[in-house]
């Protein structure tokens, strides 16, 4: 039955696991083990003769509740949920590669992904090819004798430029490489990297699957095939492993997730027209509107268009901060997916650790900046915006 569920009923419902005690709430386990009826049991639970839980390091029946809830909504077959997004982006890479192997990625990533892939993969051996990853040629030229792994966002952090997901896929079943995608920009409400061919998809559930800024998590999705023969192993001995309390806390997240993520991308598209419009403003870019260089793309792989907005304004780092300073209920964050809507200067912050040219290269200019669109009403955000521009000079 619930497998036919829609999504806002298995986000609400799917995974539960009820106790004796028939909660509403879905309980929180904190252990660190489970004790054994006989010593027999015992030998069986770890044998894999019986279902069971045998240590929180590899699996609880909190967690377990959110990853079968993220399998349902990704259509998944299983998963592993993670401390944070970047303990899953880290398993997803390093568990099914080694020394000699070689990685494609698009060189738009969230800061720490590209380190993963640019900085600390090679030190174990592992080479990485970072590619312009908005034109498909790009990926294909880049393939080695030795590529495994594809690995890309989309839409990017922070111009909100798009991979073409089915086509990477493509060329990565061509020479049997996996693609990994970091689906967090795009949640899964709104892009099913599987269903366009991805073998395997990551989130940070920091970002709008919480939603309310309280706690960090990650979660690594794909079939039961790949997950028990890279992950798992990695995961058990290597100890990436999700706090009971915030899984609690991220599966009740899950909960309001499409109310949160269908307001958020209201206001985000209402703010992107209004600012769009706006002399201070050089350019917006919002994959849900027309303008947006790769619409095609969007049109073809994603069914909405996004919680986060990136504008660039005409007078550079000094009009960005001012701008970020006169705002008052969008508030000077790094964070994204929040409900209280977030504004972010890149080129100083979350990007600040690229030269000069790397950042030119991802069109982040000094004038860039990212909003992430939050819950409140729409009226006050576009409010906000408008007396902020007043308050700029030009
Ligand atoms: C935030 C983020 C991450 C890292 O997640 P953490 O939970 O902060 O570790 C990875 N990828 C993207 C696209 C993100 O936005």
Not at 87 to 112: P, T
Not at 313 to 327: D, I, P, S, T, V
Not at 374 to 394: K, N, S
């Amino acid at each position: 039955m619930s497998k036919n569920w829609r999504p806002a009923t298995q986000l609400v419902h799917g995974g539960t696991l009820r106790s004796q005690y028939g909660e509403t709430s879905e309980a929180i386990y904190l252990t660190q083990g489970f004790v054994y009826e006989t010593a027999e049991a015992a030998e069986a639970r770890f044998k894999g003769e019986t279902e069971g839980f045998i240590y929180a390091r590899y699996g609880s029946p909190t967690n377990d509740m959110f990853e079968k809830r993220m399998c349902m909504l990704e259509g998944a077959e299983d998963a592993r949920a993670t401390a944070s997004g970047m303990a899953a982006v880290a398993a997803a890479i390093l568990c099914q590669l080694k020394a000699g192997d070689h990685i494609v990625a698009a060189r738009a990533l969230f800061g720490s992904c590209r380190w993963v892939v640019e900085t600390l993969a090679p030190k174990y051996g592992i080479e990485c090819t970072l590619v312009d990853g908005r034109f498909l040629e790009n990926w294909e030229k880049a393939i080695q004798k030795n590529t495994k792994l594809f690995f890309l966002e989309s839409p990017t952090n922070p111009t909100l430029e798009v991979v073409d997901i089915a086509g990477v896929a493509k060329l990565a079943n061509q020479i049997s490489a996996k693609v990994v995608v970091d689906n967090v920009f795009a949640t899964p409400l709104f892009q099913k990297p599987l269903e366009l061919g991805a073998h395997i998809v990551v989130y940070s559930a920091t970002k709008h699957i919480d939603g309310q800024g309280r706690c960090l998590g990650g979660v690594v999705l794909s079939d039961t095939e790949w997950v028990t023969e890279h992950l798992q192993d990695y995961f058990r001995h290597t100890g990436p492993a999700m706090s009971p309390f915030n899984a609690w806390t991220l599966l009740k997240g899950i909960e309001t997730l499409p109310l949160r993520v269908k307001q958020q991308t209201e206001n985000a598209a209402k703010i992107a027209d209004f600012l769009a419009e706006q002399k201070q403003v050089a350019k917006v870019i919002y994959p849900g509107r027309a303008d947006h260089p790769q619409a095609d793309v969007i049109a073809r792989q994603m069914s909405g268009g996004s919680t986060l907005v990136c504008l660039e304004l005409k007078g550079g780092k000094e009009a960005a901060f001012a701008l970020q300073n006169a705002l008052g209920v969008v508030k000077i964050s790094n964070n994204l997916g929040d409900a209280k809507s977030l504004i972010t200067h890149p080129a100083t912050t979350t990007h600040k650790n690229l030269s000069d040219e790397a950042r030119a290269e991802l069109g982040i200019s000094p004038g860039t900046l990212r909003l992430s669109a939050g819950i409140e009403d729409t009226q006050d955000l576009l409010e906000d915006f408008a007396r902020a521009l007043e308050r700029m000079p030009g």
